[in-house]
């Protein structure tokens, strides 16, 4: 049984990873600070695939936590590197804490590798790195436009730093992966996102509107140059997402990635706009959602969806989940969440 390093292992895409992992016979260690996901998280992934997995409460910007990590579980074949901060406007509004812990992070792993033997490295990455491409729907080979957020800046010099450390150090191998916009949650509404406070995000806004947590959602912008007037983005489900991450590690544990490092974008191909998003979370649930048109939001980008051939052909990997079913999964996490909330 493989042994993989999963740090981030709590949150978001990485809990939703964990699952697919455990579910396809790998031995998952997750390393996570816990600064955005709960430790509940474990018991939600355990109630799916029967086992908790091993988990160490650490911060990647630790390097000698981490060396114990792999003292202690020998044998880490790979490692996936979920853990960073994610909010674009906090980024924009303490750019030291994103470069300190979503670079220092990267350092260390890459670092660790090296030392640890683990050559092995899936990358979360993000569409972010494209800003707004000039042809879509977007490919690997496009152009990295000036990042719009020191967040975005991250996953930019984060990509490089791996690129330049690979291509130095013949042993490592990385692929990177970027995501375009991940929701819903897993089927049994055991495991989905947690928002922080207010949620930045599409989705989870969406969800406590219908719930009642928040009176209205704000569409952001209906004069951008699309059909309605909305921003469109390509929307994929977690569990699809999660699933390329295990074609990902399998690819490199069978040797068959090429040139060391290589880039897959992990999109469904098709844009939907906010107005659409919403019309389709309704028909999906039944459940109305308040809703007012403002201005739009800084650093939003218009539109971008991708072209995912690469992946689908080199990964024989495919997003196909209807935008109906991960919208309804994340209706079915929100309840769960609104039912735990109330009985606590
Ligand atoms: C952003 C980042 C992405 C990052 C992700 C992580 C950019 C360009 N994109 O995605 O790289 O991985 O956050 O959090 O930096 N919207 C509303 N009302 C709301 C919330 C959102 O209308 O209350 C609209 C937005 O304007 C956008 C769409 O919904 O058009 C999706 O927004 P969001 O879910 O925040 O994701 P991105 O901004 O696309």
Redesign the pocket.
């Known amino acids: 049984m493989s042994k993989i390093l999963v740090t981030g292992g709590t949150g978001y895409i990485g809990s939703h990873t964990v699952v697919e992992l455990q579910n396809n016979g790998y031995e998952v260690i997750i390393v996570d600070n816990l600064s955005n996901s709960s430790i509940d998280v474990l018991d939600g992934i355990a109630s799916i695939t029967g086992k908790k997995p091993a988990f160490e409460k650490i911060d990647c910007q630790n390097k000698q936590a981490l060396a114990e990590v792999f003292a202690k579980y020998p044998g880490i074949e790979a490692i996936i590197h979920f853990a960073a901060s ?3 406007g906090e980024s924009v509004e303490k750019p030291l804490l994103y470069y300190k812990n979503n670079l220092i992070s990267v350092l260390n792993i890459l670092e660790l590798m090296g030392e640890q033997n683990t050559y092995n490295l899936v990358f979360s990455s ?3 790195v494209y ?1 707004q491409p000039d042809i879509l729907p977007v490919t690997e080979n496009a152009p990295v436009k000036p990042a ?2 020191p ?2 800046n991250t ?1 930019q010099i984060a990509e490089e730093i791996i690129r330049d450390t690979i291509h130095a150090d013949n042993r490592l191998k990385c692929i990177a992966l970027r ?1 375009f ?1 991940p ?1 819903g949650a897993h089927p049994s509404a055991a495991i989905g996102e947690l928002p922080n406070g207010v ?5 989870p ?2 969800t406590q509107t219908a719930i009642g947590i928040r009176e209205c ?5 209906n004069d951008y140059n699309t059909p309605d007037g ?4 390509d929307y994929i489900w977690v569990v699809d997402l999660a699933k390329a991450h295990v074609i990902a590690v399998e690819r490199l544990l069978g040797n068959k990635n090429k040139n060391g490092i290589e880039f897959f974008n992990l999109g469904t191909g098709k844009g939907l706009s ?1 107005l659409e ?1 919403l019309n389709t979370f309704e028909q999906a649930t039944g459940v109305k959602v308040n809703r007012k048109i403002v201005a ?2 800084e ?3 218009e539109k ?1 969806w991708a072209d995912p051939t690469f992946a689908n052909n080199e990964l024989g990997w495919k997003a196909e989940t209807s935008t109906e079913k991960m919208l309804a999964t994340a209706w079915e996490w929100e309840k769960r969440l609104a039912k735990k909330n109330s009985m606590s």
């Open positions: 994610k909010a674009v993000s569409c972010t800003g719009t957020s967040y975005g996953k995501y916009n929701v949620p930045n995000n599409l989705i806004f969406v959602l704000r569409v952001f912008g909305s921003a469109i983005r906010v998003i739009r939001r650093g939003d980008v971008v």
